[in-house]
T-cell receptor
Framework: AQSVTQLDSQVPVFEEAPVELRCNYSSSVSVYLFWYVQYPNQGLQLLLKYLSGSTLVESINGFEAEFNKSQTSFHLRKPSVHISDTAEYFCAVTPDNYGQNFVFGPGTRLSVLP | EAQVTQNPRYLITVTGKKLTVTCSQNMNHEYMSWYRQDPGLGLRQIYYSMNVEVTDKGDVPEGYKVSRKEKRNFPLILESPSPNQTSLYFC???????????FGPGTRLTVL
């Protein structure tokens, strides 16, 4: 079975400051890793994913995440946040055997302050 | 427009009154899932389906039923709802296991 930990439930940060949202996972098998974003009153949207290859993955809106197998982490970073990045961010894992048993973390609420 | 639709979006009901939340996708996806979202717990998978007539339990299946008679539809059934099933429910679909899941807009259910 897999589990996901997001240590920070809330992260307030000023506009244009850098941010890191932490994600650690536990699994006895190899996994694929995802970050999803949920804007207020909306469903979830995929932000980025790691399946294989380069351990650094990037999104189109400036976020990046690095897969660290030894530390079982997949932290999300952005060098300069905008007000529009205010949302809840979920880390998720699924076994790499093409099943559909997705496990989500509890979420981190990012609040970008002017 | 490619989308996942859920109905109803909001529902208030009473304990024990059977209800169905519908989910439909127009992307010809094989995989569909149901999740519930509760504060501080994130999303927890209730059931998922890998294709027509193929369903499996997620992490929190107790009190729920699903069926997959058609590829596009994946209804969630609460035979006898209880207050602890008050939650925000999301349906999702995808082509395969390790690819992007597309989420519906959510159904907010209150069981009194």
């Amino acid at each position: 079975a897999q589990s996901v930990t997001q240590l920070d439930s809330q992260v307030p940060v000023f506009e244009e400051a850098p941010v890191e949202l932490r994600c650690n996972y536990s699994s006895s098998v190899s996994v694929y890793l995802f970050w999803y974003v949920q804007y207020p009153n909306q469903g979830l949207q995929l932000l980025l994913k790691y399946l294989s290859g380069s351990t650094l993955v990037e999104s189109i809106n400036g976020f990046e995440a690095e897969f660290n197998k030894s530390q079982t982490s997949f932290h999300l970073r952005k060098p300069s946040v905008h007000i529009s990045d205010t949302a809840e961010y979920f880390c998720a894992v699924t076994p790499d055997n093409y099943g559909q048993n997705f496990v989500f973390g509890p979420g981190t609420r990012l609040s970008v302050l002017p | 427009e490619a989308q996942v639709t859920q109905n109803p979006r909001y529902l208030i009901t009473v304990t024990g009154k059977k209800l169905t939340v519908t989910c439909s996708q127009n992307m010809n996806h094989e995989y569909m899932s149901w999740y519930r979202q509760d504060p501080g717990l994130g999303l927890r998978q209730i059931y998922y389906s890998m294709n027509v007539e193929v369903t499996d339990k997620g992490d929190v299946p107790e009190g729920y039923k699903v069926s997959r008679k058609e590829k596009r539809n994946f209804p969630l059934i609460l035979e006898s709802p209880s207050p602890n099933q008050t939650s925000l429910y999301f349906c999702a679909s995808s082509f395969g296991g390790a690819v992007e899941q597309f989420f519906g807009p959510g159904t907010r259910l209150t069981v009194l």
